[in-house]
């Protein structure tokens, strides 16, 4: 009998991403894409600039949802604590779906616009607790003091 990874209703951490994700905001950036080259003259720098920037955002979408399918396989086994390309597998998630939300922001005024569309700035729990730990709160090496 096969597991089966269920995508969660908010996103809090990159861990929580599913290919699910990726496919509403891919349709949503190939739009916007769509209407800023239709935008540029034809045969214009312009134009190929916004051509090039669709491909590029298409790739994207395209290798982060290839990434959240080997993803969704070392979770199912139960390797996703495993060092090397596991880990780099779980950093590519988070880095690549910030890039495409990034994107998507710069159409946050239309209405088919997601706020689930937004960076999630950690992995998991371990890390934010992790990143926590680094605040000047937690004093580190030089107290309350600045770096000497």
Do not use: I
Not at 56 to 67: E, I, K, P, R, Y
Request: charged letters at 25%.
């Amino acid at each position: 009998m096969a597991r089966e990874r269920r995508q969660v209703e908010l996103l809090e951490f990159s861990d929580d991403l599913h290919t699910d994700d990726v496919t509403p905001l891919q349709a949503f950036l190939a739009a916007r894409m769509r209407e800023l080259v239709a935008a540029q003259p034809e045969g214009s720098s312009a134009r190929f600039a916004a051509e090039r920037l669709a491909q590029v955002t298409a790739c994207d979408c395209v290798f982060l949802s290839d990434v959240l399918v080997a993803w969704e396989e070392v979770v199912l086994e139960g390797r996703n604590d495993e060092p090397g390309w596991t880990q780099r597998m779980r950093q590519d998630a988070m880095l690549w779906w910030e890039r495409l939300c990034a994107t998507a922001a710069r159409f946050r005024d239309h209405p088919d616009h997601s706020p689930r569309w937004r960076p999630l700035p950690f992995m998991n729990l371990a890390h934010a607790e992790f990143m926590a730990g680094l605040t000047d709160r937690a004093g580190g090496v030089y107290g309350d003091g600045a770096h000497p």
